[in-house]
């Protein structure tokens, strides 16, 4: 509170000495200066991104998301490759009754990420998804493989009104995997958000608005900054660096000013929980749902601040997807709840009308020996039986509000006819590095932006232009529907 007096001391007393520069809410002239002093008004202009770390080695390939050789996701493999991707004989993706399209990416139809994302979403909004699923190799549950691509998603440009980039985990990347070293900038760290408490308490307007109304202490702040922008304007600092001096004083001000006038209001912006179309009757999760489950409130909260531009990126980590228990059930559970988790970002991207893209990998894979899980929860498929790197892959969902993007392909790298990893079959097979690339060259894809990722991203290894074409999924489907 000592530093607040000072700070607006002197120049709320003068203040009264020429009350008419008050306002009622931030002026027109002061909107337009927001961008020389660094205010973010709507995110920058780019796609919402938000990845899931499945960490422990989960299975995506197969008894999710369908992946096949070298022509696509339906070019099936043998019958021993699909038992070691967990699928029984009877439950072959080669009986069209085992492949749902509804998303545009094939999914097994008894996938547990399909049926948490059913849940989570209406018809419409899954009319407006695809993807495409990449073969990648990577190492068995651990935090050492560099998957994380955040700090690749700030610098092909996106950003936040308040954050740069925030995740559920205390770490430089966000997430449980690491960041390549190459693309981390220490200056935009991710924030730590894993609960509705960390996002709405993102922003304290300060004792102001305790005291006066939120109006006007807008209309204090304005005043202040325009009162003290003249006073500026007489004074030299005597420095070499007069300008940045006054710069300083005079966008501190208005920073203050716009905090006010954008969160300085009853109900807070910022929380998932005061938003009815996450939490409550007609809401995404039900209340009970919500206050019982701590990977929806992870999730609420990471989306609701990327999703409104809050946030430019986030990283969802989801614990325990190391799930070879010498049964079936417990994969198909935990695969089912992230698959809510997935679909609740896709519905909440539909519901307020922005595009999405939505990645998602883990650390390793599994594979199964075929001895069947007969039990209720194990569904009659094949039980997870060990770590198994071969058979890893990631896979990432674009949802646009104008409706479902044409692909180029949804397939990116292939599977040997036994369900290992082609590892010659894209630069992403073999190399987790260049699997991060190659998703930022399909985020830099999206906005048709394709032809700048050499220079924005120096020494990648996705080899030419024509190599970078054969290794895009989508070309800019979303470009003028970004609300940012």
């Given at each position: 509170m000592a530093g607040s007096a000072t700070l607006f001391g002197a120049s709320v007393f003068s203040l009264f000495a020429n009350p008419r520069q008050a306002a009622a809410a931030l002026s027109s002239d002061l909107e337009n200066l927001k961008e020389s002093c660094g205010i973010a008004v709507s995110g920058a202009g780019k796609i919402p991104f938000i990845c899931f770390d499945l960490a422990g080695g989960a299975n995506i390939a197969g008894s999710n998301v369908l992946m096949g050789k070298a022509g696509g996701q339906m070019d099936f493999l043998t019958t021993a490759g699909y038992n070691k991707l967990g699928l029984p004989g009877d439950m072959l993706p080669s009986d069209p009754a085992f492949v749902n399209e509804e998303l545009g990416l094939a999914f097994h139809s008894d996938s547990g990420f399909l049926r948490g994302i059913m849940q989570s979403t209406s018809a419409s909004t899954r009319?407006?998804?695809?993807?495409?699923i990449i073969a990648a190799r990577s190492e068995n549950d651990t935090g050492n493989n560099?998957?994380?691509?955040?700090?690749?998603?700030?610098k092909a440009g996106a950003n936040g009104e308040l954050l740069t980039l925030i995740g559920s985990q205390s770490s430089d990347s966000g997430g449980n995997s690491m960041a390549p070293m190459n693309l981390i900038d220490p200056e935009v760290r991710p924030t730590k958000v894993d609960r509705p408490s960390d996002a709405s308490g993102l922003v304290d307007v300060g004792d102001l608005i305790g005291i006066l109304d939120p109006s006007d202490a807008v209309a204090v702040m304005e005043s202040i900054y325009q009162i003290s922008d003249a006073k500026m304007k007489k004074v030299n600092a005597g420095i070499t660096t007069d300008e940045v001096v006054k710069k300083l004083v005079k966008c501190g001000y208005l920073k203050s000013a716009d905090l006010a006038d954008r969160y300085g209001k009853e109900a807070n912006p910022l929380d998932p929980m005061a938003d009815p179309d996450i939490v409550g009757p007609a809401g995404i999760f039900s209340s009970s749902e919500f206050n019982g489950n701590r990977e929806f409130q992870k999730t609420a909260s990471v989306m609701k601040l990327v999703l409104n531009g809050y946030a430019g990126a986030g990283t969802i980590t989801m614990g325990g997807y190391d799930y070879h228990t010498g049964e079936r059930g417990t994969g198909e559970r935990r695969d089912e709840q992230a698959g809510r988790c997935m679909g609740a970002c896709l519905e909440y991207a539909a519901r307020i009308g922005t595009p999405l893209m939505l990645y998602v990998f883990s650390d390793g894979s599994v594979s199964s020996?075929?001895?069947?899980?007969?039990?209720?929860e194990g569904r009659g498929k094949g039980e997870w039986t060990g770590d198994n790197q071969q058979t890893a892959a990631s896979f990432f969902l674009i949802y646009d509000p104008k409706g479902r993007p044409t692909p180029i392909r949804r397939q990116i790298g292939s599977m040997r006819p036994d369900a290992s990893v082609d590892t010659g079959s894209s630069p992403a097979a073999n190399?987790?590095?260049?699997?991060v690339q190659t998703v930022l060259l399909n985020y830099m894809a999206l906005h048709g932006e394709q032809g700048d990722f050499g220079a924005r991203f120096?020494?990648?290894g996705l080899g030419n232009s024509t190599m970078q074409d054969s290794l895009i999924a989508f070309s800019n489907v979303v470009n003028g529907t970004i609300n940012g």
């Amino acid at each position: 509170m000592a530093g607040s007096a000072t700070l607006f001391g002197a120049s709320v007393f003068s203040l009264f000495a020429n009350p008419r520069q008050a306002a009622a809410a931030l002026s027109s002239d002061l909107e337009n200066l927001k961008e020389s002093c660094g205010i973010a008004v709507s995110g920058a202009g780019k796609i919402p991104f938000i990845c899931f770390d499945l960490a422990g080695g989960a299975n995506i390939a197969g008894s999710n998301v369908l992946m096949g050789k070298a022509g696509g996701q339906m070019d099936f493999l043998t019958t021993a490759g699909y038992n070691k991707l967990g699928l029984p004989g009877d439950m072959l993706p080669s009986d069209p009754a085992f492949v749902n399209e509804e998303l545009g990416l094939a999914f097994h139809s008894d996938s547990g990420f399909l049926r948490g994302i059913m849940q989570s979403t209406s018809a419409s909004t899954r009319a407006g998804v695809d993807g495409a699923i990449i073969a990648a190799r990577s190492e068995n549950d651990t935090g050492n493989n560099p998957h994380n691509p955040m700090y690749g998603i700030y610098k092909a440009g996106a950003n936040g009104e308040l954050l740069t980039l925030i995740g559920s985990q205390s770490s430089d990347s966000g997430g449980n995997s690491m960041a390549p070293m190459n693309l981390i900038d220490p200056e935009v760290r991710p924030t730590k958000v894993d609960r509705p408490s960390d996002a709405s308490g993102l922003v304290d307007v300060g004792d102001l608005i305790g005291i006066l109304d939120p109006s006007d202490a807008v209309a204090v702040m304005e005043s202040i900054y325009q009162i003290s922008d003249a006073k500026m304007k007489k004074v030299n600092a005597g420095i070499t660096t007069d300008e940045v001096v006054k710069k300083l004083v005079k966008c501190g001000y208005l920073k203050s000013a716009d905090l006010a006038d954008r969160y300085g209001k009853e109900a807070n912006p910022l929380d998932p929980m005061a938003d009815p179309d996450i939490v409550g009757p007609a809401g995404i999760f039900s209340s009970s749902e919500f206050n019982g489950n701590r990977e929806f409130q992870k999730t609420a909260s990471v989306m609701k601040l990327v999703l409104n531009g809050y946030a430019g990126a986030g990283t969802i980590t989801m614990g325990g997807y190391d799930y070879h228990t010498g049964e079936r059930g417990t994969g198909e559970r935990r695969d089912e709840q992230a698959g809510r988790c997935m679909g609740a970002c896709l519905e909440y991207a539909a519901r307020i009308g922005t595009p999405l893209m939505l990645y998602v990998f883990s650390d390793g894979s599994v594979s199964s020996n075929g001895r069947i899980d007969d039990s209720l929860e194990g569904r009659g498929k094949g039980e997870w039986t060990g770590d198994n790197q071969q058979t890893a892959a990631s896979f990432f969902l674009i949802y646009d509000p104008k409706g479902r993007p044409t692909p180029i392909r949804r397939q990116i790298g292939s599977m040997r006819p036994d369900a290992s990893v082609d590892t010659g079959s894209s630069p992403a097979a073999n190399n987790v590095n260049q699997l991060v690339q190659t998703v930022l060259l399909n985020y830099m894809a999206l906005h048709g932006e394709q032809g700048d990722f050499g220079a924005r991203f120096t020494g990648h290894g996705l080899g030419n232009s024509t190599m970078q074409d054969s290794l895009i999924a989508f070309s800019n489907v979303v470009n003028g529907t970004i609300n940012g």
